[in-house]
Nanobody, 129 residues
Framework: QVQLVESGGGSVQAGGSLRLSCAAS????????MGWFRQAPGKVREFVGG??????????YYADSVTGRFDISNDNAMNTVYLQMNRLKPEDTAMYYC????????????????????WGQGTQVTVSS
């Protein structure tokens, strides 16, 4: 199967930056979407952004709340996807998860949890004011 391992979380002051990594191992796919989600205490898990890798092209897409501040990139050689988070705000505090979707025939830009089949264990991000 597939294993996803996040890393790079930590504590940072508002306005700072962090880069999260999601390392994938196990079965490989030619076409897939790697998504990032987050869950704050007492709140539902929400979509942050994703990168669609399909037919030798890549396309990133984001939630409105992070557009312009977060950037997702993909290193195929390292089987790793990154979430660069800039201008962090206290409301970005959450556990961050990466997730893999391979059902691209249904939706090239999935934003809901049910569309993702494999999940990492999460990494905590805390932003202080």
């Amino acid at each position: 199967q597939v294993q996803l391992v996040e890393s790079g979380g930590g504590s940072v002051q508002a306005g700072g930056s962090l880069r999260l990594s999601c390392a994938a191992s196990g079965r490989s796919f030619d076409n897939y979407v790697m998504g990032w989600f987050r869950q704050a205490p007492g709140k539902v898990r929400e979509f942050v952004g994703g990168i669609t890798v399909a037919w030798m092209r890549e396309h990133t897409y984001y939630a409105d709340s992070v557009t312009g501040r977060f950037d997702i990139s993909n290193d195929n050689a390292m089987n790793t996807v990154y979430l660069q988070m800039n201008r962090l705000k206290p409301e970005d505090t959450a556990m961050y998860y990466c997730a893999l979707s391979t059902a691209l025939s249904d939706n090239l830009y999935p934003r809901t949890e049910l569309e993702y089949s494999f999940w990492g264990q999460g990494t905590q991000v805390t932003v202080s004011s």
